[in-house]
């Protein structure tokens, strides 16, 4: 199993200001986000719509990109977790992947000492 694991996070754009917060509270030292466009399973549909969409609608959403040590994954699982639920449609989804290295490119270093 690899030493570091990178979690990405797909979530509605109004949290995040919370994430960062609670992220930073647990010890996490590094996110990039991003914009973009998606739709789940509910293909776009909106909590308030009563039937569901035929063709995808793509939403904004933002992707949370993380790097952290395998054995901090839990944690920031469970962070997010309780910072995005609401019980509605959009609270957002939650990948782990595995990490080969991280190279800090100015000073070499690599692995932990990267992050």
Do not use: W
């Amino acid at each position: 199993m690899s030493e570091l694991s990178k979690i990405e996070i797909i979530t509605g754009m109004s949290k995040l200001s919370k994430l960062k917060t609670a992220l930073s509270k647990i010890g996490v030292r590094g996110i990039t986000v991003m914009q973009v466009l998606g739709c789940g399973v509910e293909k776009g549909t909106q909590e308030y719509e009563v039937d569901e969409n035929e063709i995808m609608e793509l939403l904004p959403k933002q992707q949370i990109n993380i790097v952290v040590e395998t054995s901090k994954v839990d944690k920031v699982i469970e962070t997010v977790k309780q910072e995005l639920y609401t019980g509605h449609i959009g609270d957002g989804k939650i990948f782990v992947y595995g990490i080969d290295n991280v190279v800090r490119v100015r000073t070499g270093e690599e692995g932990n000492d990267a992050l």
